[in-house]
């Protein structure tokens, strides 16, 4: 079963049609389909169009947030609540084309665990595709997963990364990273990408001062989730050698300032800024060092989110009545 998890905010106009759409594909290729339809406290019709949706078409379940939790805490109900072994996702602003899912999915049998979509010709004003180029330049060079479009919101993906990888914050168009990180396939496909036609964009200016922080956030998890005295501590070490320095060279040098005995030519170090920046560093220094040691304490002793491996296969169970007697037939 393909699974598709569509994040619902004041769509109330694109619904029927994206609905009639995904179902000529399904009938086309002959898909067996469900359809998760999340209301994230949208305050149109939204809900009631869910409904009817979900009266006429029994592949087609809906379900409600109380309020506007975000796209990530959709994307995760979805997921939860989705039975399939691939699970696609897709905007319900008609700006992601169900016919490219046959693309997805011919691509994810290519040995692949993730497949992300590549706007490649976008139909947004240049004040949003601008920045997300740079945006998405960014996270490709410090993550090291090379997307052209982290931002998408088609994709694909195998059921077992949701048992590894966890939604919260804005962390959603990370989700190919995450998965990275444990070790899963990840590529890319060019998509269509379709005018918008209904409402206007969700996103302002602050979506790329959140996205910086969640791309520290991700690089953090990926790289140092599991040790993160590395570099929590690495800085620390840096800012308390630099302030032993300091305070060394400022030793010295009030020391060298009363060899000669002209009380004029004494070094008084209480003037002097560099004594304040030595011993700010050095509480810098053990500060951030400190930090390290409970982080790593809270690992140590919490069990963590994940387990620190991702395993891909087992070898098949052996009766052991059977493996018995060949052993005494070998011997």
């Known amino acids: 079963m ?61 379900i409600r947030f109380r309020r506007n939790f975000g796209k990530a805490a959709a994307l995760s109900a979805g997921f939860s609540e989705s039975r399939g072994d691939l699970i696609m996702t897709l905007d319900a602003d008609l700006q992601d084309d169900p016919q490219e899912i046959p693309k997805f999915l011919a691509e994810m049998d290519q040995n692949l665990d993730v497949v992300s979509g590549w ?39 195998r059921r077992p990364i949701f048992k590894e990888v966890r939604l919260y914050g804005e962390l959603h168009r990370f989700v190919p990273v995450l998965a990275a990180a444990r070790g899963y396939r990840v590529g890319e496909i060019v998509i269509q990408h379709r005018p918008r036609q209904h409402g206007h964009s969700k996103y302002g200016v602050g979506r790329f001062v959140k996205g910086f922080l969640d791309l520290l956030t991700v690089k953090f998890l990926t790289g140092f989730g599991q040790r993160p005295q590395h570099v929590l501590g690495t800085v620390g ?95």
Request: aromatic share 8%; charged share 15%; net charge negative.
């Open 2 to 62: 393909l699974s598709i998890v569509i994040p619902v905010y004041n769509e109330q106009a694109s619904l029927a049609r994206l609905h009639a759409e995904i179902a000529a594909v399904a009938r086309e290729q002959g898909y067996d389909i469900e359809l998760l339809l999340i209301d994230d406290g949208s305050t149109d019709g939204s809900w009631q169009e869910i409904e009817q949706l979900a009266a006429e078409d029994a592949r087609v379940r809906g």
């Open 119 to 157: 706007k490649q010709v976008r139909h947004d004003p240049w004040h949003k595709v601008l920045p997300s180029r740079v945006f998405n330049w960014m996270v490709s060079r410090l993550t090291g997963v090379q997307l052209h479009d982290h931002n998408c919101g088609m994709k694909c993906y």
């Open 237 to 331: 070490l840096g800012a308390f050698f630099l302030g032993v320095l300091g305070m060394a060279f400022l030793a010295v040098h009030w020391s060298l300032s009363r060899l000669g005995g002209d009380p004029s030519q004494y070094v008084h170090l209480h003037n002097r800024p560099a004594l304040l920046y030595s011993v700010a560093l050095l509480l810098l220094g053990g500060q951030f060092m400190s930090i390290g040691f409970v982080a790593e304490l809270l690992i140590a002793y919490h069990d963590p989110l994940g387990s620190p491996y991702s395993i891909a296969q087992r070898t098949a169970p052996v009766d052991a009545s059977v493996s018995h007697s060949n052993l005494e037939e070998s011997q």
